[in-house]
Every structure is written in C-alpha cells, then in structure tokens.
C-alpha cells in the first residue's frame, strides 16, 4: 500500500457551508490515475470512499468513517472544435468560476451566464448547474469519469450523461463514476443567451464580458457569498409539477411565479414558497433562511449537519401544509 492517506482530516473548512465534520482519511487527488490504487486501498482498510470536489452542494455529515477524496488535479486548454466552435476542456479540481472568466477573457460566448458559481469543473455535470437561463448541459461536449464498477475510466457523451434540471446519471447511480475532466463548447460568435428576463433587462451586452459582469452583480445582490455566510446556494430544487397539477396550483395561487417547460409541464418558485409560508430571514439557532433570497439556507456560525437536516425539515412540512407541495434538497447529504 503505497498511497498515503491524512487521518482525522478536518472538513469545516472544505465545505462553503462551513459545517464542522471530520474524515477517517483524506487524500488530495492531483493526479486522477491514482483513482484506481485509491479504491483498491479503500478495500483494503475495509472503508468506502466518497468524493468531494468544492464542497459547494454538500451536508456534511460531522465524521466519516472511511476516506474522502478531495479532487484537485489542475489543467485546462482550449481547441479548435467543428463549426467556429472550441472546444474548452479541464481538470476535475479546476475552480469553475475560474475557468469561465478565463473562457471570456478570450472573449469566448458559452460560460458566461455560469459566472459566479462556487465549486470544481468536475462537481458541474452532478447536478447539471444551472442560472440565468443556461445549463452545464446546453455546452456541453464530454467528460471522462472513472467508473468504479467496470474499474476503467470513460468517456461520456451528453445523452449518456443523461442531464435534466439539477439531475444526471451520476445523481441516479451515486458513487459509481468519479468525473476526471470536462470538455464544453464555447464560440466567439455565440452571442449573448437572454432568457432569464432580470440578466436582459440590464443589457443590450457587446461581449460575454459584459454578461459576465452583470450576472455577478445579479448572483451578489440576491446572494450571499459563502465565505462571508456559509451557505449551499439553492438548497432546495424549484418544483416541477405536471400539466394539470400546476394549472390546478395557479388557479389557486394565481400570483404565484409559474414557469411553463417545453414539455407542459410547469415549474414554480421554491423560493416564493418558502417565503410565502412566512419563512425567509427566519432563524433558529445557528441556522437560518436568508433574508434576501428564501431558497438559501445559512450558517450563521458554528452549525452542523444535524442543525441544517432540522432546519430544512421544518421548511418542508410548512412548505407542505401551506400548499400541498413536498420541496426536495437540491445537496448531497455528505
Ligand atoms: N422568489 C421569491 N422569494 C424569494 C426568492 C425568490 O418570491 O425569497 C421568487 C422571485 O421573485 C422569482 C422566483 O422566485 O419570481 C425565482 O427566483 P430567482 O430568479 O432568484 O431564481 P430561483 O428559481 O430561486 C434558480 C436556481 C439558482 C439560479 C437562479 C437564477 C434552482 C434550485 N435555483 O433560483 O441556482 O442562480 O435560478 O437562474 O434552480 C443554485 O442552484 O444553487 C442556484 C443558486
């Protein structure tokens, strides 16, 4: 066995909720083909592995008992893709914040409605991330991931990925494929993506520069930033509810935001929910729920997992006898 590993790793500060946990074992991973000695190790000691790139969609949970492997391997590049396009692609430790500001100072369209969001390039196929109108998936090309199950890595394409609203392959089999690098397609002839009604209003934009800007601006103003006030981001998904059911809610709520999806079905504001059940800046204990923005759930210092889990269960049942609707977390419970 010649990996070595930490012990008694402190994770509190490897979380942007900054809850207090501790990990068995820990190992930096900064090349990604020692994944399989990782996991052969693991077996060895009799202890599962969990992998955590960022920390930013995770509850974690005050000790592990088994090894957390931190991805951090480094490198990106750019190349010339089919029609005009590039091709950017990186490694799983990658700061995506980083990457997307490096992809628009070359003045590349694609990331820049993606600016802002905390975590790692190899945490962005998981949930699909997602603001201002555009997904992970709308550039993505592939990703190569280690599949613990077959013990080789992969190439994937979209479909294989499976990618929805804050959904994917990786969320529906847990643990099986350890994601080592993406590859996203960007252009220099794109043009600005303007669904997302309060990004356009602040336009027109000459340059994924300028989007860029105005999304930080928006992201600050409705958000908080993590290292001032631990927090997950949304920490619940935005429910989607059938045709139907969601016409049967607008009747009954008609000042409700309602967000009719290409396949009929309608999408509804979690975060106008919570609010409405009387919850945003609610505090209890050394939780709460942001004052500006209700789908934030905060760490106002020195928080748990146990803290968050009751904060966030009381949120749902109030959620769930003002209006019938079951909220679902949108983090990992780590
Ligand atoms: N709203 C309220 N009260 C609140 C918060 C929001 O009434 O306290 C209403 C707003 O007025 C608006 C609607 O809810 O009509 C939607 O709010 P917002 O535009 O802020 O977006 P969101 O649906 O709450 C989603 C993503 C965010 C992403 C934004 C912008 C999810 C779960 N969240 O939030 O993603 O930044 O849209 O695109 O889909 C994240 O996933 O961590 C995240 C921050």
Known sequence: MSLSLSQNFDLTNHNSFQLRGNSAYARAIVDEAELPQLFEVAEELGVPVRILGGGSNVILSEQYDGITAIMSSRGRSLADGENGQFIVEASAGENWHELVTWTVEQGLWGLENLAGIPGTVGAAPIQNIGAYGVELSDLFESLVAFDRTERRFVSMDGPSCRFA?????????????V?????????????????????SALGPFRSPSEVMQAVLRLRASKLPDWRILGNAGSFFHNPVLSADAGQAFTLDFPNAPAFPQTDGSIKLSAGWLIEQAGLKGYRRGAVGVFERHALVLVNHGGATCKDILELSDFIMTSVRDKFGITLGREPELF
Request: glycine fraction near 8%.
């Open 179 to 199: 994601v080592t690098s993406v590859r996203l397609k960007v252009s220099q002839s794109r043009g600005p993506s303007l669904g997302y009604r309060d990004l």
């Open 165 to 177: 609203y804050r959904q994917s392959l990786f969320k529906q089999e847990p643990g099986r494929y």
